[in-house]
């Protein structure tokens, strides 16, 4: 195995006394009341939390939980059950209600498990968790400072600065035995511009599977100034027209409209369900043929990659739509299951507490051939979207809402003047259909984005380069 797997199975043995003798007779508990598979999810976070307000440390935490999730499988049905106490008669209670919420009545054989090879797209060590609280301070500080300095009118500077470390063991009935070590750093800055009787605010930050290096190319100074910079720019910018224009989305950010309006719906879960839009449509045109778009755990660093899936499968380079059609979903083992499909590596769970299901890690769309510049040229009168805030989609049929924090008009050609109150509304297929450029800039937004999904919350990465739709409904306060 790689030094993550090795790590996080010693971390439980040693810690806990979880080596094969008491997941073999977990395992074997869990399937003794008929279920077809079983899998044991082992987690232990260690976490830190810092809020600093008016130029001032607010809060400051640190949290550690642990526990096992046991999941049981029988056809459709599901047993889950959890304990935070890693004492074997707890977990063997555990393992027996999973089994007996999806009892069949007939005895499973006993379990053997072995080793499997997770991947290595972030190093275990490289979590801020261990770092000196005042060192994180020092780096909240210099943002506080930066965003300060960019303007006499930024009145109130807020930064957060979040990490953990979490070690996660999955042992399947399949005889799987998986582990990884996941850090996670993020850092937000938050900035308010006062002049005279205008207020307005702005958001930034990143982060990733990474260690103190992420500052090394990413500042706190280069994070703040940026938010302080839109808050600025928001004191200048008139108010969006409303109607039915052309769109350019930006190269990055933009990627979060793609997350929400078109990833969600080719889950598999909703697919299998034939909830989705994209319900039986693989091998069928969805998209325009410029679109390629794929969902891709395996980014080196980035905040959606992940060593190993939540079912123990290794994540990979999934193509959703190529060239505008359709070729698959994102799967968990439900299913692939009920598709006859290989894993994709997307089950994904919040914690222990929670069961696995078809999520996203970072879905993007493949760079086209035209430059940016001549993007925007050939738009006689547009929007241009830089980033956004989030949205709603509706995954039944794909009508979203997503509401743009950085945008600007479009006049002959060139980017004008800064507009607020910006709210795009529209349908996720329908403007894939509407792609009629592609730009060569493809970039990853940087990793402050997390995804939220029937109650359980997942880092995500997402990415796009510069794509121009022929027209979005754009909701503002003057007829355009």
Same mark, same amino acid.
């Given at each position: 195995m790689t030094s993550s797997g090795r790590l996080s199975e010693a971390f439980f043995n040693d810690h806990y006394g979880v080596d094969h003798g008491v997941a073999s007779d977990l395992l074997s508990l869990a399937l003794s009341r008929g279920g077809e598979h079983a899998e044991l999810f082992f987690e232990h976070r260690e976490g830190s939390n810092i809020t600093f307000e008016q130029q001032a440390v607010k809060t400051a935490s640190r949290s550690v939980s642990q526990g096992v999730g046991i999941r049981v499988i029988q056809g459709d049905a599901i047993g889950y059950a959890y304990t935070e106490d890693l004492d074997r008669d707890a977990m063997r209670r555990a393992a027996d209600t999973?089994?007996?919420?999806?009892?069949?009545?007939?005895?499973?054989?006993?379990?053997?498990?072995?080793?499997?090879?997770?991947?290595?797209?972030?190093?275990?060590?490289?979590s801020t968790v261990a770092v000196a609280a005042a060192d994180k301070v020092e780096l909240i500080r210099r943002a506080?400072?930066?965003?300060?300095?960019?303007?006499?009118?930024i009145a109130r500077v807020d930064v957060n600065f979040i990490d953990e470390l979490k070690r996660v063991m999955i042992v399947t009935s399949a005889g799987r035995i998986a582990g990884d070590v996941q850090p996670l750093v993020r850092f937000n800055v938050?900035?308010?511009?006062?002049?005279?009787?205008?207020?307005?605010?702005?958001?930034?930050?990143?982060?990733?599977?990474?260690?103190?290096?992420?500052?090394?190319?990413?500042?706190?100074?280069?994070?703040?100034?940026?938010?302080?910079?839109q808050s600025v720019l928001l004191q200048s910018s008139i108010e969006a027209p409303a109607g039915t224009f052309p769109v350019v989305l930006a190269s990055g950010d933009s990627g979060i409209l793609l997350h929400e309006a078109v990833g969600h719906g080719l889950e598999a879960d909703f697919n299998?369900?034939?909830?989705?839009?994209?319900?039986?449509?693989?091998?069928?045109?969805?998209?325009?043929?410029?679109?390629?778009?794929?969902?891709?755990?395996?980014?080196?660093?980035?905040?959606?990659?992940?060593?190993?899936?939540?079912?123990?499968?290794?994540?990979?380079?999934?193509?959703?739509?190529?060239?505008? +059609? /359709? #070729?698959?979903?994102?799967?968990?083992?439900?299913?692939? !299951?009920?598709?006859?499909? =290989?894993? *994709?590596?997307?089950?994904?769970?919040?914690?222990?507490?929670?069961?696995?299901?078809?999520?996203?890690?970072?879905?993007?769309?493949?760079?086209?051939?035209?430059?940016?510049?001549?993007?925007?040229?050939?738009?006689?009168?547009?929007?241009?979207?830089?980033?956004?805030?989030?949205?709603?989609?509706?995954?039944?049929?794909?009508?979203?809402?997503?509401?743009?924090?950085?945008?600007?008009?479009?006049?002959?050609?060139?980017?004008?003047?800064?507009?607020?109150?910006?709210?795009?509304?529209?349908?996720?297929?329908? +403007? /894939? #259909?509407?792609?009629?450029?592609?730009?060569?800039?493809? !970039?990853?937004?940087?990793? =402050?984005? *997390?995804?939220?999904?029937?109650?359980?919350?997942?880092?995500?990465?997402?990415g796009m380069p510069t794509v121009l739709i022929s027209g979005i409904t754009v909701g503002g306060t003057a007829m355009g």
């Open positions: 999973a089994a007996r919420i999806a009892s069949r009545g007939d005895k499973g054989p006993p379990i053997d498990v072995m080793h499997y090879e997770s991947a290595d797209y972030y190093r275990p060590e490289a506080d400072r930066a965003a300060r300095a960019y303007d006499t009118s938050a900035t308010l511009s006062e002049r005279d009787n205008s207020r307005q605010t702005a958001r930034w930050g990143g982060g990733g599977r990474m260690g103190m290096a992420y500052f090394e190319t990413h500042t706190p100074e280069m994070l703040a100034t940026e938010s302080a910079r299998r369900k034939k909830t989705s839009n994209y319900t039986d449509q693989v091998g069928n045109v969805v998209a325009s043929e410029l679109c390629t778009v794929v969902d891709d755990g395996t980014v080196r660093d980035s905040r959606g990659s992940i060593n190993i899936d939540d079912e123990g499968n290794a994540p990979g380079y999934n193509v959703l739509i190529e060239d505008g +059609v /359709l #070729r698959g979903y994102l799967q968990d083992r439900m299913s692939t !299951k009920h598709f006859g499909v =290989r894993p *994709t590596g997307n089950g994904r769970r919040q914690s222990f507490r929670h069961y696995p299901m078809p999520r996203m890690t970072n879905t993007y769309m493949l760079a086209g051939q035209t430059s940016p510049e001549d993007i925007i040229r050939s738009v006689d009168r547009g929007i241009y979207c830089v980033s956004f805030s989030g949205g709603q989609v509706d995954i039944t049929n794909g009508d979203f809402v997503f509401s743009v924090t950085e945008g600007y008009l479009i006049e002959g050609g060139k980017v004008t003047a800064p507009i607020r109150n910006v709210n795009l509304i529209g349908n996720g297929p329908d +403007v /894939l #259909r509407k792609v009629t450029a592609v730009g060569s800039d493809f !970039k990853l937004s940087d990793g =402050r984005w *997390t995804c939220g999904k029937d109650g359980q919350s997942v880092p995500v990465g997402v």
